[in-house]
């Protein structure tokens, strides 16, 4: 039977009340994190089909120790690591450009947070969490604009729309702004939950929608800009408390505790990727049933150990956090038998299998 479970009831209640009093609360599904701690179970070829492989050209300005997928665009992979923003041709990983901006000058980004990609035209979309402002660059790097921005972050928001997050004070409510792809501001979004300087809770692409991690529960803001709890994650014993700014040596004590995790998306499946104590785990549930498909523990410090198998190659991946899309997974991948370690990380595509998409 299928398993559900209610996020905090006031919490249900006061969104529910602020987007339509009539509305029925609703129930959503709960991942069982807790009670699969330590699981090692099935493997990743039974969640994925293999679509492709990227070897990212190296070159003095390309040379990669982890990289971050922000989003593809026509035949060309744009690519983060740090503030350094690469475009690569999916068909051969050639490097169509690479630019790095750090500077203090009104064309150039302090401290490069998340870049995301613009689906009207494949411009970078950069947000310079130091300088409170958003950098637009054509995908060679020449300079378009600038957006002053009072924000934590940014994410897409759809079809060439973007969220932004408020930068609030501890015990504020935290407030959504959804602006158009010139980035003017169309409409914004006063959510129930209180800002905590020790918790972070950003807003992230998931299923092509922002989503917002609340203790226990995803929520999401809906096409219609309502916000709306979309999963709960059962964490029992594991959830860490909301600790105050006053409060990070206790947090540090403690945080081993705790479960510290980050979402990967995909239609009807979830991936979570946490750490608890020196391990990390991956696990990917199906939301039709909530049943877990894949779980796998290896020591923090350790890629390898999380393997896919394609074409006659083992891979050991790592999954990319905080990437724009809904049924590809790009993982930076290293293969077993590499010998050469001047080699650029692989990048390999993962397809969800059609049962868990559709």
């Known amino acids: ?9 006031a919490t249900v209640i006061a969104i529910g009340a602020a987007a339509c009093s009539s509305e029925k609360q609703h129930e959503i599904p709960t991942l069982d994190i807790a009670g699969n701690i330590g699981a090692n179970y099935a493997s990743l070829n039974d969640v994925f089909d293999f679509a492709g492989v990227l070897h990212p050209e190296l ?13 593809v665009y026509g035949d060309n992979i744009y690519l983060q690591e740090d503030n350094r923003l690469m475009v690569f041709n999916l068909k051969d990983g050639r490097c169509v450009s690479s630019f790095d901006r750090t500077g203090q000058g009104p064309e150039d980004y302090n401290m490069l947070y998340f870049a995301y990609v613009s689906e009207e035209n494949g411009d970078w979309m950069a947000f310079d969490s130091r300088g409170h402002k958003l950098m637009r660059y054509t995908p060679t790097g020449k300079f378009v604009g600038a957006y002053p921005i009072n924000s934590e972050g940014i994410c897409p928001d759809g079809k060439s729309k973007w969220a932004g997050q408020k930068d609030v004070v501890e015990g504020e409510k935290q407030v959504i702004y959804i602006y158009d792809d010139n980035f003017i501001l169309t409409d914004s979004i006063v959510t129930p939950f209180p800002r905590y300087f020790m918790v972070s809770n950003t807003l992230f692409p998931f299923n092509g929608q922002p ?5 226990d529960t995803l929520y999401m803001v809906t096409p219609d800009n309502k916000i709306s709890p979309a999963i709960a994650f059962n964490l029992g014993a594991y959830l860490s408390p ?11 004590a403690e945080r081993d505790k705790y479960i510290s995790y980050r979402i990967l998306g995909g239609r009807k499946l979830t991936g979570v990727l946490y750490t608890l104590g020196d391990n990390k785990t991956l696990q990917f549930y199906s939301l039709k049933d909530n049943s877990l498909l894949f779980s796998k523990s290896v020591p ?23 990437q724009p899309t809904d049924d590809i997974l790009y993982v930076t991948a290293i293969p077993e038998n ?10 390999v595509m993962l397809k969800i299998k059609p049962e868990y998409r559709d």
């Open 1 to 9: 039977m299928r398993k559900y479970f209610r996020p905090a009831l």
């Open 59 to 71: 070159t003095d300005s390309t040379m990669l120790s982890y990289t971050n997928v922000r989003g």
């Open 211 to 215: 989503t917002l991690e609340v203790a």
């Open 242 to 252: 909301d600790y105050k700014e006053d409060e990070f040596d206790k947090m540090l």
């Open 300 to 322: 923090s410090k350790d890629i390898e150990g999380i393997t896919f198998t394609a074409e006659g190659v083992t891979y050991n991946i790592a999954p990319t956090i905080g």
């Open 338 to 347: 590499q010998e050469d370690e001047e080699d650029n990380p692989t990048i």
